[in-house]
């Protein structure tokens, strides 16, 4: 009798146990779709619009405000049209990766004020690093003029 309630209690848990993972699997798989797919949308917008700037003489016009020597001191050795481009691929891949999340059911994650914060201080850093770099450049300019 002991080992009936054993063997009872045993199948219920294995039972549980794979009830939820087989309700898992469609969620991961949907998961893994949205995310591929994300990288082909995101690898697909990057380069249309990295091509597309680079057309419309972003880069020459950059060149000629001095925006890409202060870039290009601070690190970055590529193009503006390649470095917008590279933005836009990674907020759209947030995005989607966002979207993953909730299909996993990470609330957590997926939570939108918590994604809304992580962008807003991305976008903070990134107009604070710019605006650091344009007062440096102006402060340059000023000291040469006056000097």
């Not at 481009?85 to 299909?103: D, P, Q, R, T």
Request: charged share 15%.
């Amino acid at each position: 009798m002991e080992l009936d309630l054993w063997t009872q209690s045993l199948v219920a848990a294995m039972t549980a146990l794979w009830t939820k993972v087989a309700n898992f699997i469609p969620n991961l798989f949907g998961a893994l779709v949205v995310v591929l797919l994300g990288f082909v949308v995101a690898k697909l917008l990057d380069t249309l619009l990295s091509k597309l700037l680079a057309k419309l003489g972003l880069d020459r016009l950059m060149g000629g405000t001095g925006l890409t020597k202060l870039i290009s001191r601070a690190g970055v050795q590529v193009p503006i049209s390649t470095l917008i481009g590279k933005i836009v691929y990674w907020f759209v891949l947030l995005i989607f990766l966002v979207s993953a999340a909730e299909s996993l059911g990470l609330e957590r994650f997926s939570d939108a004020g918590h994604a809304g914060a992580v962008l807003a201080e991305g976008v903070r850093r990134g107009v604070g690093a710019v605006s650091r770099c344009a007062a440096g450049a102006v402060g340059k300019r000023y000291r040469k003029g006056r000097g």
